[in-house]
């Protein structure tokens, strides 16, 4: 069955910088989308950041646009998720999911058929 393995979260200060990584087992093929959301206390989760199947096209939410950069080796089912400049409000559990088939709006939790345990990320002074 597909397994989704997270790691990289942790407990940091304002400014400072996490990579956060994923790894899917189980798929058929490894050309796939992966992304990430999150949810912070008392929230919906949320869309962070995807990554085309191809690998060519990345999207992020605006919160994070400039500040986080998504990534995935060629042909592998392992995601990055590199956050630099981290703020307070970036505090959330963050997920990544991954798609038994391609999709189309990777933006979209219901695009995705698989998610990870989550991991806690903690933004504070």
């Known amino acids: 069955q597909v397994q989704l393995v997270e790691s990289g979260g942790g407990l940091v200060r304002p400014g400072d910088s996490l990579r956060l990584s994923c790894a899917a087992s189980?798929?058929?093929?490894?050309?796939?989308?992966m992304g990430w959301f999150r949810q912070a206390a008392g929230k919906e989760r949320e869309f962070v950041a995807a990554?085309?199947?191809?690998?060519?096209?990345?999207f992020y939410s605006d919160s994070v646009k400039g500040r986080f950069t998504i990534s995935r080796p060629y042909a592998t089912n392992t995601v990055y998720l590199q956050m630099n400049s981290l703020k307070p409000e970036d505090t959330a559990v963050y997920y990544c999911?991954?798609?038994?088939?391609?999709?189309?709006?990777?933006?979209?939790?219901?695009?995705?058929?698989?998610w990870g345990q989550g991991t806690q990320v903690t933004v504070s002074s």
């Open positions: 999911a991954t798609e038994s088939e391609r999709s189309s709006d990777l933006t979209q939790q219901y695009e995705y058929d698989y």
């Open positions: 990554i085309h199947w191809s690998g060519r096209s990345s």
């Open positions: 189980g798929l058929t093929f490894t050309s796939v989308a």
